[in-house]
């Protein structure tokens, strides 16, 4: 077993130390919120026939009031693919804790937004503040204070994040999350961006590009990429939050039902006991962990913000210098779509998440040490699940890489660093997703021209206006200025761009999807330009150089001697109005862009 590199142990200690306040305030109130649980004997005898009325099977059971009752927070729909199968997962589930002798409710539902539906419309800018949304209908859920645990049910975007975040304000309660998996694998994920491509250049149909699509998102489960929803559950397996190795067991096997039986099984033993409770499971070292998953993996850059924004939740100050350490630390040992050719189901099958696990333990490359919803440490998620010859749940021992060009050992990996990289410099910080970037495009410096809005960039495209070496800033598109959508419809025509020979990159205070690649882009630019931000100062033609090796961010332009372009009014129709108080007292995006957490003084 290898000591903790010694990166790794000096980011550990640096958030532990600028996080010791804010974290003995969070355990102390947990404490508190522990001592505080009703007592039902106590409570009016309205108050709990309210609370089993809907119950049925298990009215006598909740009236006895000496079993554990578990709170289902669930983000059920059937627009989102990923969360399709949890249409039938309450029932399943109360079935289960009854085979234990405890009950399970439904404390309430989420939204659950699908970026891939709402990418490049309106509707994406109400995205990002959907987290806070979502962490707020998960604080009203458990504000019944009728449960011993909470299940939570939750895969895509912001939906992990905003279950997390609601869910910790009641960390004094055990927590499991569970996922359902991913759709079986469809056309080639090259095939797929082949088809993107020729529509964007004029030369492909739209009866082609949808018949593409509707072959590569096809049934329920999540999307096959590695994106934000597949980080996402990346991340809950490193912080161990999962059911060790659920993470990526495709829906409607006999393996995901004995997983979910589990979840609920070992939420019910925890029911009651202090000793694996969520606020002591999310501690620096289990954030630490996801960052590490993250790097090692080449994630979502979403995560950038999400992580931040969960850390704050649990005490925890967690920062993208931490993680721009970190990821000179951590090597890449994963390329999964679109940092490489495979999708998830491919990454399962060539070892997954028990292999990257196991890795980095081995290297002292993550915390063994964090408690899990599991027994013991994080050991066992080293390991891959499978049913024995009675169909009973074991974890087997990984093996070598099924397939070294999506799976490699630490000793040996893809790069020697992380998956992402901080640039900074005159022009602000930033975000820049190095493991899905060839390294000879790791610098760019060219002329920039500057746009407001996606469809703007797209029209100077189409016209041929940007046919040359050019850096495209896309500003006006934070937290506080339109919510921060993801800008991925501009992955097409800039991979056209790059593809036709020409240096090019993409710069803004907006966000990306965790699909984006190719293209070097430094994203999540804060400040944001907003109230006078630097991309507010920049101008057509300022030379603008872009630097993953070095982590530059800048421009030749003297930005002092200028004013700031005019902040845009906001816009209002798709229920863009409603939003306006989260986009008005949101921070920024280093910070989690919340406006949540920083009115909370969290």
Wanted: hydrophobic residues 40%; glycine residues 10%.
């Amino acid at each position: 077993m290898s000591e903790l590199n010694s990166t790794i142990a000096k980011v550990t200690e640096r958030v532990i130390e600028k996080s010791r306040d804010s974290r003995q305030s969070y355990l102390d109130l947990m404490d508190r919120e522990a001592d505080r649980m009703p007592d039902l004997d106590a409570v009016s005898c309205s108050n709990l026939a309210h609370a089993f009325a809907g119950a049925l099977e298990d009215q006598s059971t909740l009236r006895a009031g000496k079993s554990p009752n578990i709170g289902i927070v669930t983000a059920y729909n059937d627009m989102l693919s990923a969360h399709q199968p949890y249409g039938r997962y309450p029932d399943r589930m109360k079935v289960y804790a009854r085979e234990v002798g405890a009950t399970a409710q439904v404390a309430g539902g989420t939204p659950a937004m699908c970026d891939g539906v709402t990418q490049g419309e309106d509707g994406m800018e109400l995205s990002l503040f959907s987290r806070d949304v979502i962490a707020l209908s998960t604080g009203v859920a458990l504000s019944h204070q009728m449960y011993s645990g909470m299940a939570l049910l939750g895969i895509c975007d912001k939906i992990v994040p905003g279950l997390m975040i609601g869910a910790l304000r009641f960390g004094h309660l055990p927590a499991v999350f569970v996922p359902s998996g991913p759709m079986p694998s469809g056309i080639a994920n090259k095939e797929k961006q082949r088809v993107r491509q020729l529509y964007a250049e004029g030369k492909a149909t739209r009866a082609e590009l949808l018949e593409s699509e509707s072959a590569s998102y096809h049934s329920p489960g999540t999307c096959t990429f590695f994106g934000t929803a597949n980080s996402n559950q990346m991340m809950m397996e490193m912080m161990g939050m999962h059911v060790p190795g659920s993470a990526f067991i495709q829906p409607g096997t006999k393996l995901r039902q004995a997983l979910d039986r589990a979840a609920v099984h070992r939420l019910v033993e925890l029911a009651g006991t202090r000793e694996r409770t969520m606020a002591k499971m999310v501690d620096e070292k289990a954030i630490i962990n996801a960052a590490i998953g993250l790097l090692a993996t080449g994630g979502s850059t979403n995560h950038a913000i999400h992580i931040p924004a969960m850390a704050r939740a649990a005490g925890v100050q967690f920062d993208w210098d931490d993680l721009s350490e970190l990821s000179s630390a951590v090597p890449l040992i994963a390329r999964v779509y679109p940092n490489g050719e495979g999708d998830v189901n491919h990454f399962h099958a060539a070892g997954g998440m028990g292999y990257v696990i196991r890795e980095l333990l081995d290297a002292g490359l993550a915390h063994r040490d964090i408690l899990t919803v599991w027994d013991g440490d994080l050991s066992t998620y080293g390991k891959e699940p499978g049913l024995d010859e009675n169909d009973a749940l074991d974890w087997r021992d990984v093996g070598e890489s099924g397939d070294d060009t999506m799976l490699k050992p630490a000793s040996d990996p893809f790069q020697p660093d992380g998956g992402m990289r901080l640039v900074q410099g005159n022009l602000g910080r930033g975000c820049f997703k190095s493991s899905a970037v060839a390294e000879e495009r790791y610098t760019i410096e060219a002329p920039c021209r500057v746009f407001e809005d996606q469809p703007s960039v797209v029209k100077a495209f189409k016209a041929g206006e940007l046919d040359k070496d050019v850096v495209v800033v896309v500003r006006f598109q934070g937290p506080r200025a339109n919510g921060m959508p993801e800008l991925h419809k501009l992955t097409p025509p800039l991979g056209v761009l790059q593809d036709r020979g020409y240096r090019v990159a993409l710069v803004t205070d907006g966000r990306m999807s965790g699909a984006s690649g190719k293209v070097p882009a430094a994203i999540h630019v804060t400040p944001e330009a907003l109230g006078g931000g630097p991309l507010a100062k920049l101008r057509d033609g300022d030379i603008v150089r872009v630097c993953a090796n070095t982590g530059e961010l800048s421009t030749t332009a003297d930005l002092d001697s200028r004013e700031p372009a005019a902040d845009p009014a906001p816009e209002i129709g798709v229920g863009r109005e409603l939003f306006a108080m989260f986009r008005n007292l949101a921070d920024g995006a280093e910070q989690g862009g919340s406006a949540m957490l920083k009115t909370a003084g969290l």
